[in-house]
């Protein structure tokens, strides 16, 4: 059984740290939890809300009705109201957030002891924050027990996309990230900022990040840097530079809606393109799309795997909604090591000869040229050593399910009782070839977090393959895909 908490209120309330005090809680019980971000971009005022989803059995996504409504405001109630199942539960009329912490413990039959062990954490007002929360556990009279799990789990970890990209840098022995601070991506800086052995660099611009990425790795430091769709437009012309000077340099690019400066705080999936096609000329690279955090860890890992092994850029493709939603993960990450491949010698962007010189030689222009083609084949190789895309639901149905990234999470909860194969990609260049034969005479179903379905024009360009635009589930308000509504889109199209 799913449940759904939505907990609201202006920015400044603590929404945020009272969803994840409920979610640690429960995840520490055996619980499986997700929980997304809807937020403002404001630092004060608006209204904000976050939904958290458990379940005894894995849980990778929300639905759109609600269970308990957390009000830390007269707003939430206004506009979420509609969404409470006939059975649900208002809590209001407290400023006080930790409060409703209590009430929510009381209501889930979690023990006290558990929460006031998490309040001591927050040194700040501790004895104020657990008097509040002991006197709306002692308020609330009723309970929901039978809903949930109450066992100590070890083996659960509680984190998001965000926090998956830095554990894969630092297991790739990253040294130095660069980055101009831009939501979604912000928070690495902070990640990364609190492991000892990772220099973390703000600078002026993402033009100035890029170029100083680029000094650091040619001195043979493993370098990252991070940003989100109009920061990596700016790095596109020095990135064709590492195309034809072979430098490695990994970049996380964390989706948010545009063009422009769009809706900043909000999801999108439609930088694909961007990620594919980015620079001039023609030269290698590798894009990556987690869809969770385990696999951030692991494709951040990879990602650096190929640009050291390679000397290209390498591209980890997430977005917002991976990047703030906090998961239930009980599985390791698999991780390689990463061996530096950088020299010293002369670099620029001009074609070069032997020495390291720029030369309009057309012999040499010719043998350069086809030696980064070579290159393109040699990695398309190399990829075979990790998992591609990965399989899921009623394998070998006539119906298919394609996507990649953050929708992942919505999909796997909706395909649960339904006649589909979910083909999950997870690397989306190199392409994996093989796809071809899976989805030749399917009826495929296209779902992206975009307007015009990037995926499907990189299928046929792959493939030949066409999906039908009304066999294409699109979502692009800037929020993400509910389950039980993408359960219901899925079925409509189903052969």
């Not at 660069?178 to 912000?186: L, Q």
Request: net charge negative; hydrophobic share 35%; proline share 3%.
């Amino acid at each position: 059984m799913r449940y759904n908490i939505l907990i609201g209120g202006e920015a400044g309330q603590g929404p945020n740290v009272l969803t994840q005090i409920i979610g640690e809680a429960l995840t520490n019980n055996g619980n499986y939890v997700f929980y997304s971000r809807d937020y403002q971009s404001l630092i004060r005022g608006g209204h904000n809300f976050n939904i958290l989803t458990f379940s005894e059995e894995p849980v990778w996504s929300n639905d759109s009705s609600i269970d308990i409504l957390v009000c830390l405001d007269g707003q939430t109630e206004e506009l979420h109201k509609k969404d409470l199942k006939p059975e649900g539960i208002i809590l209001k009329n407290s400023d006080k957030n930790m409060y409703y912490a209590g009430r929510i413990f009381k209501l889930l039959c979690l023990d006290f002891k558990l929460l006031e062990e998490i309040l001591k954490r927050f040194e700040k007002n501790s004895s104020e924050n657990i008097k509040n929360a002991k006197e709306g556990y002692d308020e609330e009279k009723k309970n929901v027990c039978k809903i949930l799990r109450h066992e100590k789990n070890e083996h659960h970890n509680f984190l998001n996309g965000n926090k998956g990209i830095s554990n894969g840098a630092v297991l790739s022995d990253i040294n130095i990230y660069y980055a101009y601070p831009m939501t979604p991506a912000t928070p690495i800086l902070n990640e990364l900022a609190s492991e000892k052995n990772v220099k973390v660099i703000e600078l002026e611009n993402e033009i100035a990040v890029i170029n100083a990425a680029i000094g650091s790795s040619l001195m043979g430091t493993n370098v990252m840097v991070g940003t989100s769709g109009g920061g990596f437009d700016l790095m596109t012309e020095a990135l064709s530079m590492t195309g034809i000077a072979e430098i490695p340099v990994v970049v996380y690019l964390a989706q948010r809606p545009g063009p422009g400066t769009g809706v900043a705080t909000y999801t999108s999936q439609g930088d694909l393109n961007l990620a594919v096609n980015f620079g001039h000329g023609e030269f290698s690279r590798v894009v990556v799309a987690p869809g969770d955090p385990k696999e951030a860890q692991e494709l951040t890992n990879q990602a650096f795997y190929f640009s050291q092994k390679f000397k290209i850029p390498s591209i980890v493709l997430g977005d917002k909604h991976l990047a703030e939603s906090f998961y239930t993960i009980n599985e390791k990450p698999s991780i390689v090591k990463i061996k530096n491949c950088v020299s010293l010698g002369r670099y620029n962007s001009y074609e070069k000869d032997e020495f390291g010189s720029a030369t309009e030689n057309p012999e040499i222009i010719k043998s350069n040229v086809e030696k980064r083609l070579k290159k393109i084949d040699e990695i398309k190789r190399e990829v075979h050593k990790f998992s591609l895309f990965s399989v899921y639901g009623m394998v070998n149905s006539e119906n298919i399910v394609i996507s990649w990234g953050s929708t992942k999470g919505a999909i796997l909860d909706a395909i649960k009782d339904i006649n589909a194969e979910f083909i999950q990609l997870k690397y989306i260049e190199p392409f994996p070839e093989e796809l071809k034969e899976k989805l030749s005479e399917k009826n495929i179903i296209l779902i992206e977090n975009s307007s015009t379905g990037q995926l499907a024009g990189i299928i046929t360009k792959k493939t030949g393959i066409f999906i039908d635009n009304k066999n294409k589930i699109l979502r692009y308000d800037g929020r993400p895909f509910f389950a039980d509504e993408l359960k219901e889109e899925i079925r409509g199209r189903l052969k």
